[in-house]
Structures are given as C-alpha cells and as structure tokens.
C-alpha cells in the first residue's frame, strides 16, 4: 500500500475541499500578516521613544559633551526619519494602507444565490491581491525599521569617539 502524494490528493479531492483549504490558509496568512505589521509598528513606536529619551539627555548634557554635543542629534533624527515615515504613511508603498480583503457585505450582495464556488474563487482571489499589497507594505516597513536601528548602533559609537576628541 502506497502512501498518496499531495499531488494525488489534489487531483482526487473533490474542487470544493481545496477551494476551502485554500481560503483557510489565505485567512490564515492575511491574519498573520497583520500581527507581523502590528509588531513592527510597535517596534518603530519604541525607537521613536528611545531616540526621544537619548535626544533629552543629550540637550541636558551639552554643556558637559563639549564641543561635538550635537552628533547624537544627527544620528538622532535619521533613526527617526526613519521610523516617521511609515507611522506617517509617507512613501509609495505606505500611503494606501493595509488592505484587509473585501468587503463581507459588498461580496455577499454581489454573489448572493449563486453556487458556492464562484464567491469562494472571488474571495480567494481578493485575498491574494490584499496579501500582495499587505506584504509590499511590510517589507518597506521593515526596511525603515532596520535602517533605523542600523543607524542607532552604527552612529551612536560614531558620535561617541567624536564626543571622546573634544
């Protein structure tokens, strides 16, 4: 007795079990997808707290850094930068904002009495277009988030050993 492949499963299973396997899986990752945006989003929040603190701490401690007191400032306003930007909704692939699918109401009204497949094959479809748009979203936030982060840790021993010169 052989064990059936995913392939022959496919090819065997009735079309109405896959379309809601792959509805469930889309859901699934749509739902994913906004925990992970979430996440970052709350991440960028605390960098942007971080670089306030360390921003107040440098302008109370000017007179003692000397005469470079301002690098952290610099440093400080890039990793700010670029944390504003998609809490802002600046840039191309942040001004739309996140897609969460179709509309539950709008669909049923559009494919209400119609067999079941056709408004499953819709949604199916919606859902990727919002998983597509959702992930382009992500990724430019993640971007910001490492450049900020990067420029933290790079630009603060930096601005240390300048602030060491003085």
Do not use: H
Request: with cysteine; hydrophobic share 50%.
């Amino acid at each position: 007795m052989s064990i059936p492949t995913a392939d022959t499963c496919a090819r065997q299973a009735p079309s109405g079990l896959l379309l809601d396997a792959a509805l469930s899986l889309a859901q699934t990752q749509l739902v994913g997808q906004l925990a992970d945006e979430t996440s970052v989003d709350g991440r960028m929040m605390g960098t942007l707290g971080f670089s306030g603190a360390l921003l107040a701490a440098d302008l109370a401690a000017r007179s003692v850094l000397g005469a470079f007191w301002w690098t952290p400032v610099v440093v400080l306003s890039v990793a700010a930068s670029c944390c504003l930007g998609p809490m802002l909704e600046l840039g191309v692939d942040l001004g739309r904002g996140t897609d969460l699918g179709p509309n539950a109401n709008a669909l049923y009204r559009a494919y209400g009495g119609q067999r079941s497949t056709a408004p499953a094959e819709q949604l199916l479809s919606d859902l990727d277009i919002a998983l597509s748009s959702n992930a382009r979203r992500l990724r430019a936030k993640q971007r910001a988030l490492r450049v900020a982060v990067l420029a933290l840790a790079v630009g603060f021993p930096v601005s240390a050993a300048f602030i060491g010169l003085s």
